[in-house]
Nanobody
Framework: QVQLVESGGGLVQAGGSLRLSCTASGTAFNLQYMGWYRQAPGKQRDMVAR???????IYADSVKGRFTISRDNAKNTVYLQMNTLKPEDTAVYYC??????????WGKGTLVTVSS
C-alpha cells in the first residue's frame, strides 16, 4: 500500500502563489504517475496536472502557464507550484499516485482558498 500526505494549502489573495507538496510512503518505489486533482464545492474532482516518472507533464487548460508540477523521485515527492491564483482555483487539492495509468492512491486533500 501507498500513503500520500499533502501539505502547503492555505488562504491567499488573488494573484498570489502557493506551493503544494505531496510525499508518498509505503511501497512507493514503482509509482509511474503522480498528480494533483481538485474538487470545488458541488463539483466533481478534476485533474489539475500529472507527471510521469520520467518527467512528462500534462496540465488542465485552466492552469496552463500558471501552475507547474514537478517531481523528486528520490524523495517520492511531487510538487505543485501555483502562481497567479484566481478565486476559481479555490478547491480541495488531492494528490494522486499510480503504478499504472488511472490513479490508485489518494491523499486526504489540502484546502486552497483564493480570496478576491
Amino acid at each position: 500500500q501507498v500513503q500520500l500526505v499533502e501539505s502547503g494549502g492555505g488562504l491567499v489573495q488573488a494573484g498570489g502563489s502557493l506551493r503544494l507538496s505531496c510525499t508518498a510512503s509505503g511501497t512507493a518505489f514503482n509509482l509511474q504517475y503522480m498528480g494533483w486533482y481538485r474538487q470545488a464545492p458541488g463539483k466533481q474532482r478534476d485533474m489539475v496536472a500529472r507527471i510521469s516518472r520520467g518527467g512528462i507533464t500534462i496540465y488542465a487548460d485552466s492552469v496552463k502557464g500558471r501552475f507547474t508540477i514537478s517531481r523528486d523521485n528520490a524523495k517520492n515527492t511531487v510538487y505543485l507550484q501555483m502562481n497567479t491564483l484566481k478565486p476559481e482555483d479555490t478547491a480541495v487539492y488531492y494528490c494522486g499516485a499510480t503504478r499504472y495509468i488511472a490513479m490508485e492512491f489518494w491523499g486526504k486533500g489540502t484546502l486552497v482558498t483564493v480570496s478576491s
